[in-house]
């Protein structure tokens, strides 16, 4: 029922955040009215109730992704911190200089930053698997760049700039055949389709809880026990202890040892409730309702000159990332906003993909389920609107 700019408001930026559903919205309200407490440390009634609720949720979390063990679901402020967390903890324990760590030319900064981070401090080398000017990662190069030296290799499930879906469960394959182990980074494709971590043999998989409609300031990392038993905290502090005196602390047991002080406790459980929201639609009926829609999207675009569709890999998730002929991706953006459509502009956190194909940015509207075919063609109005703004010069 919103409007913007006197129009009614159409949301096309879910790749960014996804909107709550009203049961989010009242989880977290009653948390906070209701049952507001510490847990894990109390004996009282709230404290208890509140624990019982927040590792509920990690339960829902544990059977939504099918992993083995409960133990394995780490709860973090988002995937960004997942990954810091296991590029400082893992990475740190197992990288050394002349080692090597693999990730792709379509990653998001979150997949690529921390891993250049720890490369300089160990004098290790990161290794890019290049992309083809289709969008998709070139595997027979992934396959050659996999050697003795690689310690890890870190992949994104879904680009988020391209919308490109990656072979992630051969890369894994074929990394494991070498004895490497794989991050993926699944924070735009968890909320998109089934995730089963045990069928992937994915050694450590992330996501955001915003982007799967749960609140922000709080994510997912997933581990194998095997791998998370060996690697150190990677904070201190309450919580991530079993016992501490001055000339020594032990450690606690997985999962808490990676969660140090008081986590986002309403955010936790406000995620559990957005997993039962999700899963009470169905995922594969998600999937495929936004398939539907993505290709509905495509066909709108192609009746619009002078608009291009980065329509590239075969496998492609919820993104249309284009850009109009003449027209700077700001300008679109802006023009679109005044008529109500809220999209993304820009890079994407996605520089090196943007660089690989030779443009500074692009708009991108991404899809969730809550939208409908009369949004997409209220965006294709909206194109039309910034073709006669800025009309085609070298027509007239």
Not at 302 to 308: E, G, K, P, S, T
Request: aromatic share 6%; net charge negative; proline share 4%.
């Amino acid at each position: 029922s919103r409007t913007v700019h006197g129009r009614p408001l159409v949301y096309l930026d879910n790749a960014a955040t996804t909107q709550k559903p009203r049961v989010v919205m009242e989880t977290l309200e009653h948390y906070y009215a209701e049952l507001n407490s510490n847990i894990h440390r109390g004996v009282h009634q709230l404290s208890m109730q509140e624990t019982e609720a927040y590792e509920n949720a990690r339960k829902k979390i544990a059977r939504f992704i099918n992993a083995a063990d409960v133990r394995e679901v780490i709860f973090v402020r988002g995937g960004t911190e997942a990954i810091n967390l296991v590029a400082s903890s893992y990475g740190r324990r197992n990288v050394q200089a002349g080692d090597e760590v693999l990730v792709t030319a379509m990653e998001h900064h979150s997949n690529i930053v921390p891993w250049q981070m720890l490369c300089e401090e160990k004098g290790a080398n990161l290794r890019v698997v290049p992309m083809t000017d289709d969008g998709e990662l070139q595997l027979d190069a992934y396959e050659q760049l996999l050697g003795d030296r690689t310690r890890i290799v870190a992949v994104t499930h879904v680009s988020n700039a391209l919308g490109t879906v990656n072979p992630i469960s051969k890369m894994i394959e074929l990394a494991h055949a070498r004895g490497i182990p794989v991050l993926v980074d699944a924070c735009q494709s968890v909320q998109h389709v089934a995730i089963d971590v045990q069928a992937l043999d994915a050694d450590f998989l992330v996501f955001s809880g915003h982007k799967l409609y749960g609140p922000t300031g709080v994510g997912v990392l997933y581990g194998k026990v095997r791998l998370l038993s060996k690697m150190p905290p990677y904070q201190g502090g309450g919580d991530m202890i079993a016992s501490v005196t001055f000339e020594k602390t032990t450690y606690n047991a997985l999962p808490y040892r990676f969660e140090a002080g008081t986590p986002n406790i309403a955010g936790g459980i406000g995620l559990g409730a957005a997993i039962d929201y999700v899963s009470a639609v169905g995922v594969e009926t998600i999937a495929r309702y936004e398939q539907e829609l993505l290709d509905y999207g495509r066909r709108v675009f192609d009746a619009i000159l002078r608009v291009c569709v980065r329509r590239l890999a075969a496998h492609e998730a919820s993104v249309l990332s284009f850009t109009v002929d003449g027209v700077h991706p700001h300008d679109v953006g802006t023009i679109l906003d005044f008529e109500g459509i809220a999209i993304r502009t820009g890079h994407h956190c996605a520089q090196p993909v943007m660089d690989r194909l030779g443009i500074p940015a692009t708009a991108r509207a991404s899809l969730a389920f809550y939208n409908t075919r009369a949004e997409i063609d209220a965006l294709g109005q909206a194109l039309h609107k910034v073709l006669e703004v800025f009309p085609d010069v070298g027509n007239q």
